[in-house]
């Protein structure tokens, strides 16, 4: 584990303003959520996640949210690499990868790249609503999300400045909060060139599930449930 000493907690992306409104989002959790990250230390993004991630867990009021970063050579090198890889169950494809637990679970939230610009409400919502009381969701609604049967993975390919985005991360991520089988995946797709090319991603947000099919524009979360419910 990367001692969060050697981590600065400078981030501009979280201002004294930003950082009183977190905290007053985090003085409302009812349970403590832990934050993984594993980094790449050798680039400049994965450090710039980790001073965020550090600036962000160090907001007043922020005892409820803890810490651990991983350097990927942890997962990849020595006797206990396998089995921490296999403990976090974070998709290392694409670093940095940032994921969320409670109770000593996994939540199925992650995000790749920081989530800066827009997608900061995405990421401050997926807390929220991990830890309670969270976002009102119908019961109906809950009810269809458990009732889901097929394991899905949804990476949500995202840019920074869109405004309908972080609408649909969120979304994706609640799915998964309520049921274990679904996993949701922020992407900022500018960082990851390769999988823009594999796609072709020409606009955002774009959906990729279970790594076949691919969807474009926003979605409410009734009709993800649906979708989600009839993917392959």
Request: hydrophobic share 40%; with cysteine; glycine share 8%.
């Amino acid at each position: 584990m990367i001692d969060l000493k050697e981590i600065s907690s400078e981030c501009p992306l979280l201002n004294d303003k930003l950082c009183q409104d977190i905290g007053g989002i985090i003085k409302k959790l009812q349970k403590p959520v832990t934050i993984k990250a594993v980094l790449d230390t050798e680039q400049d993004k994965s450090m710039e996640m980790a001073s965020f991630l550090k600036r962000f867990c160090e907001i007043p009021a922020g005892a409820s949210v803890n810490l651990e970063l991983y350097s990927i050579k942890e997962l990849s090198e020595g006797p206990e690499a396998e089995t921490l890889a296999a403990g976090l169950k974070l998709n290392t494809q694409y670093l940095p990868v940032t994921g969320l637990y409670a109770d000593g679970e996994f939540s199925g939230v992650s995000f790749h790249g920081i989530p800066g610009g827009k997608e900061i409400n995405a990421f401050i919502l997926a807390v929220y609503n991990l830890a309670g009381p969270g976002q009102e969701l119908s019961d109906g609604t809950k009810r269809k999300i458990q009732k889901l049967k097929r394991p899905v993975n949804v990476k949500i390919c995202v840019s920074l400045g869109c405004h309908h985005c972080s609408g649909l991360v969120t979304a994706c991520q609640r799915i998964a909060m309520l049921n274990p089988l679904i996993e949701a995946e922020m992407i900022d797709a500018n960082l990851y060139p390769d999988l823009v090319e594999k796609y072709q991603i020409k606009r955002v947000p774009f959906m990729i599930v279970n790594d076949r099919d691919t969807f474009t524009g926003p979605r409410s979360i009734e009709d993800l449930v649906v979708l989600f419910k009839n993917s392959r």
